[in-house]
């Protein structure tokens, strides 16, 4: 969806900006849900105001519905209404998680954002993990041990873009393989850790069309069918050691179906991992694994950067939607930098020289050709070099981020567009 353009007779704020991807689509759904006989509060307000509270780093939603708003310290021009804080815990309960969670698939399925090459060339990647929440005691729903309460928050993490493309939130006991299966896509190839190892669950991914790598574990019994070529880059042989590529049938699998399992050790640990795809060298199998550290990355980032660790709702219904808020704002985030990013090169770089090198050309060579001497580089600094990509168009910086929440009233014209793009 196209921004709104800078210097405008009426220029928006840096927040109208940055709600825009969606900002048409909560409008249509204010005017086609059923409305309260008695109702002061809209659904439009709420969203605008988990909205701000997420992207501003407020303390806590009390000071901002006590102190903030009320005292005019908010700026006019987000046009953030005072409302008493029953007012707002009461709309975690009118309005449903369903409502959220179509501005969150309206999203993913409308906005333009900046693709990694050099993994969009191997399909579309999906990291899947859980993690934890911790909850008050008293949140009886969120079942987990006797000493304490937690949810887990189970999340699609899509390499292609950089972006959480699914979630579901359950209590602290839920399954991860469950989680999976209501998940599953045709299409994707998932990847996950040792958790997730289950020879039924494994089937199924191949069943719904659906591919799999995932780190299997030591204790693994099989029985080697072929042996397949390694084809692993000579700079990464200095990291990665004992490097095997079989095709396997592990004993235990009552499908006995066919599998892959690359093995390798790094220092001291030994990885096994196991996927139905032959059509990845071994390399990209390594690498693609490595990668799924990412949605380690993202559960921090919602959890600290965001505040996403201080639920601001108790109730089952009322975390779903503060985790789909969470989301939501950090696409919207991300899809504002790269807007203002790309204006910012546009400006100030070079046009590129003719013909240039295709962006499938430049995957090859970062995957099969790594332009690294081991004699004269540590051998984890490759990584350093892949990346080093995602820095420019994929990091959300607590620096940008600060930046943006300093000039969320502002009028997003060149100055702004000037200050986003070049952070």
């Not at 191997?122 to 949810?151: E, N």
């Not at 997730?196 to 080697?224: D, G, P, S």
């Not at 099969?368 to 081991?374: A, E, G, H, S, T």
């Not at 168009?393 to 000037?418: C, V």
Request: net charge neutral.
């Amino acid at each position: 969806m196209n921004m709104p353009v800078a210097n405008s007779l009426v220029a928006p704020t840096v927040f109208d900006t940055l709600l825009a991807p969606v900002q048409t689509y909560v409008d249509q759904q204010e005017q086609e849900r059923p409305r309260h006989h008695n109702e002061t509060f809209t659904y439009q307000e709420f969203f605008r105001l988990l909205v701000y509270y997420v992207v501003s780093n407020m303390p806590s939603m009390s000071l901002l519905l006590t102190t903030y708003l009320p005292k005019g310290l908010v700026s006019p021009a987000l046009k953030l209404r005072s409302v008493p804080h029953s007012t707002v815990s009461d709309a975690f309960e009118r309005f449903s998680p369903k409502l959220f969670r179509a501005v969150f698939v309206f999203l993913l399925g409308t906005v333009t954002l900046q693709t990694v090459p050099e993994l969009a060339a191997l399909g579309v990647l999906y990291c899947i993990d859980g993690s934890l929440f911790p909850t008050l005691q008293t949140m009886q729903w969120a079942a987990y041990k006797t000493t304490c309460q937690a949810i887990k928050l189970h999340l699609c993490f899509e390499l292609n873009r950089m972006i959480p493309v699914d979630l579901v939130v359950g209590t602290g006991k839920s399954s991860e393989r469950d989680a999976l299966r209501q998940m599953l896509a045709a299409g994707v190839t998932y990847l996950a850790d040792r958790g997730y190892v289950c020879f039924r669950l494994f089937h199924e991914v191949v069943t719904a069309q659906a591919h799999f790598i995932f780190r299997m574990k030591a204790n693994l019994t099989y029985q080697r069918r072929t042996t397949l070529g390694i084809h692993v880059p000579l700079a990464a042989r200095t990291l990665f050691q004992q490097i095997t590529d079989h095709l396997i049938v592990c004993l235990n699998d009552p499908y006995q179906q066919v599998y892959r399992l690359v093995t390798f050790r790094v220092g001291d640990t030994t990885f096994l991992l196991l996927t139905d795809r032959r059509d990845l060298t071994t390399f990209q199998i390594m690498l693609l694994y490595a990668y799924r550290w990412q949605v380690e990355l993202i559960f921090r980032f919602l959890k600290r950067t965001m505040t996403g660790i201080h639920l601001i709702n108790h109730s089952e219904e009322g975390v779903t939607i503060y985790f789909y808020v969470l989301v939501i704002a950090a696409i919207l985030q991300l899809h504002l930098k790269q807007h203002a990013r790309l204006h910012h090169e546009q400006s100030d770089v070079p046009p590129p020289p003719d013909n240039p090198q295709s962006l499938a050309d430049d995957s090859k060579n970062v995957f099969d050709d790594l332009p690294l001497n081991p004699q004269e580089s540590h051998p984890y600094h490759f990584f350093d070099l892949l990346g080093a990509k995602l820095e420019t168009y994929w990091k959300l910086g607590i620096h940008w981020l600060s930046m943006l929440r300093t000039i969320l009233h502002q009028p997003f014209d060149d100055q702004a567009l000037e200050l986003l793009g070049s952070g």
